[in-house]
């Protein structure tokens, strides 16, 4: 039987790992100057990492987070049916989001001790959720992010948008195109009443409601606000807003980060609704959306202050943002934009036969060590068939080894896109080409 890949995973190749680079190189560019340096975590961390972040009661860490085992201790889980048994370090998972493994880094680093600097660091990897495959949501898939950690100023807050939106321009969307929501959470000092009020809406509402909606009331009420069904997402429109009752902590923080956002000439759209979807995230929260894509949200973020704490750090004031790759990708392509750079080109050294094959060894790998990409036949092919081949690897030039112009010290160069062919001295050919 022929392998295939995992449902929900898809292979980058080509044109889809040059637009993944791309974004990297972006995030490379637009991050740096603000600081922020680049970061990787494991893919695989302890379950906790999650749980103590993410939150139990959460979709991510309920329903779509793959759990690791090795061999002996699955065989272990299911003889006993369970694996409380197993120790924290035996208990692993890929990791669903970026932000948690990050802040587990840093605290196990000591990279937020009393006194320490903030820490600043980018991320771009790969993020596993057991999600129902569809168009730019994938089992696998691939986020680039930020986080800020010991930053409590709105400023900080106000930063990562611009940040975000800059990455997202230069990208190639015209920011027009897209539509920037914020809100404000609250905090542990007003969320929980507001919290309450939204768990009696839902209740008063019960035999309207879902299933599922009715299962969050009692886990997280505000994850109501993004039920998919209809006649909910109706409901909710009528339910208690979290502005309504933050306090005046929380509303001056938010006010401000407003003031900072219209001083930068950053459009936003305020959504009291919007409560992205992990437990996590406090006062302020964002969102992109792409709208006439198809894709929804292609990134977002917010505010953490309680989240290092959980980690197992001191205390400390954290914000961050996370894009999805593949949604950012499918948008700008829908609305006629290309991520991805060109399909390189390169320069083809032939031989007119099979005794010149060493001088094509010698030439391919002068042009390699000045760095032009370079490409030469490897089946034995006529010298008829290289040239077909170096038209199917997108060749821009072609040099052809042959005995007699090499006897006369010379190679033969083509333009492949004309078709024009001019005798060039062997000893300067590297040169010639290379300041082409």
């Not at 889809?16 to 961390?45: H, K, L």
């Not at 106000?158 to 190639?172: P, Q």
Request: proline share 4%; charged share 30%.
């Amino acid at each position: 039987m022929q392998a295939q890949r995992a449902e929900g995973t898809k292979d980058l190749i080509g044109r889809e790992m040059r637009a993944w680079q791309r974004m990297q190189e972006v995030a490379s560019e637009v991050f740096g100057p603000y600081g922020f340096d680049a970061i990787e975590t494991p893919a695989i961390e302890q379950v906790d990492v999650f749980v103590h972040g993410i939150g139990q009661s959460t979709d991510v860490v309920r329903k779509e987070m793959f759990r690791v085992f090795s061999g002996a201790n699955f065989a272990r889980v299911l003889e006993e049916g369970t694996d409380a048994k197993l120790k924290a370090k035996q208990r692993l998972a890929l990791r669903p989001e970026g932000t948690a493994g990050v802040v587990r880094a840093a605290v196990e680093n000591g990279l937020v001790a009393q006194g320490s600097a903030p820490f600043k660091g980018w991320y771009a990897e790969a993020m596993f959720r057991g999600e129902r495959p569809q168009k730019g949501r994938l089992r696998q898939f691939h986020q680039v992010g930020i986080e800020w950690l010991d930053a409590s100023d709105p400023a900080a807050d106000a930063e990562c948008i611009i940040m975000l939106m800059e990455f997202y321009k230069r990208l190639g969307f015209d920011l027009s195109q897209l539509r920037l929501l914020i809100n404000s959470m609250g905090d542990p000092a007003c969320r929980p009443a507001y919290r309450d009020s939204v768990r009696a809406f839902i209740l008063d509402h019960a035999d309207e409601m879902c299933p599922e909606c009715l299962e969050r009331a009692e886990l997280n009420p505000l994850r109501a606000f993004d039920c998919k069904n209809e006649h909910c997402h109706a409901i909710m429109q009528d339910a208690p807003l979290m502005r309504e009752s933050l306090c005046d902590e929380c509303r001056e923080h938010y006010e401000q980060v407003k003031r900072y956002l219209d001083a930068a000439g950053i459009a936003y759209v305020e959504d009291p609704t919007l409560v992205r979807g992990l437990d996590y995230y406090t006062r302020t929260v964002f969102e992109v959306e792409a709208p006439g894509a198809g894709v929804g949200s292609i990134g977002g973020g917010g505010r953490y202050d309680g989240l290092v704490e959980l980690e197992g750090g001191k205390p400390t004031p954290a914000v961050g943002f996370a894009v999805g790759f593949e949604r950012a990708m499918l948008a700008l392509e829908a609305f006629g934009g290309e991520m991805a750079s060109p399909d390189p080109s390169c320069v083809f050294v032939a031989n007119a036969g099979d005794e010149l094959r060493g001088e094509v060894f010698a030439l391919a790998r002068e042009l390699r060590e000045a760095g032009i990409r370079t490409e030469a036949d490897y089946l034995g092919k006529k010298l008829k068939a290289q040239f077909k081949l170096a038209n199917k690897l997108n060749a821009a030039t072609m040099v052809v080894v042959g005995g007699d112009e090499l006897a006369q010290g010379n190679v033969r160069v083509r333009d492949m896109a004309t078709g024009e062919e001019r005798l060039v001295p062997r000893a300067s050919v590297v040169d010639e080409l290379r300041a082409r």
